[in-house]
């Protein structure tokens, strides 16, 4: 099945590569409004993204892998990046790990059989006086322990 925009988001890509001086210096602005729209970046999406920016798709494919906020696979409602940069290892990072993926009898870059969670390592979060950290979709989650990470899952959906 041929990938497209819908006319509402052709409408907000032009909006956003009007801001640019070159089409190619809105590339994250406009993968994310691609991954709103697909989901996550299948190589037809990588494709369809670099023609409209008039790039080689091998150029968009690699902002997508560098990226971790960028997904090439459908992943859970629920995407809990958890911190292992130093100060977060430091602080228990590595016990709120393993306390996640026995939780939710998962492994690093899995998705729950529900579709609910999906759980990534990254790297540091920005957010180092707060460690152990771990991020959920668009939200920050900081000073974390097992107890309050029981208490995190309990309240998504
Ligand atoms: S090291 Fe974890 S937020 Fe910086």
């Known amino acids: 099945m ?25 590339m994250l602005p406009v993968l994310y409004l691609a991954q709103e729209e697909f989901g996550y ?15 080689a798709p091998a150029r968009v494919q690699g902002v997508v ?3 971790t906020m960028f997904y090439t ?4 409602r629920h995407h809990i990046q958890i911190c292992r940069t130093l100060p977060c290892a430091l602080r228990g990072a590595e ?5 996640l993926k026995k939780r939710l009898g998962i492994q690093t870059g899995e998705t729950t059989a529900d579709g609910k969670f999906t759980l990534s390592e990254v790297e ?3 957010s180092c006086g707060t460690a152990p ?7 920050y989650y900081e000073s974390l322990s097992e107890e309050k990470v029981e208490e995190i899952l309990r309240s998504l959906k």
């Open 2 to 26: 041929a990938v497209g925009f819908s006319e509402e988001t052709l409408k907000k890509f032009d909006r956003i590569v009007s801001r640019y001086p070159k089409r190619e210096a809105a």
């Open 73 to 76: 696979k459908p992943i859970g």
């Open 95 to 99: 016990k709120i790990s393993a306390f």
């Open 65 to 67: 892998t560098f990226y």
């Open 124 to 126: 540091c979060l920005a």
């Open 41 to 55: 970046l299948t190589t037809e999406a990588i494709e369809y993204v670099a023609k409209l920016m008039g790039v």
């Open 133 to 139: 950290v771990v991020q959920i979709n668009d939200a």
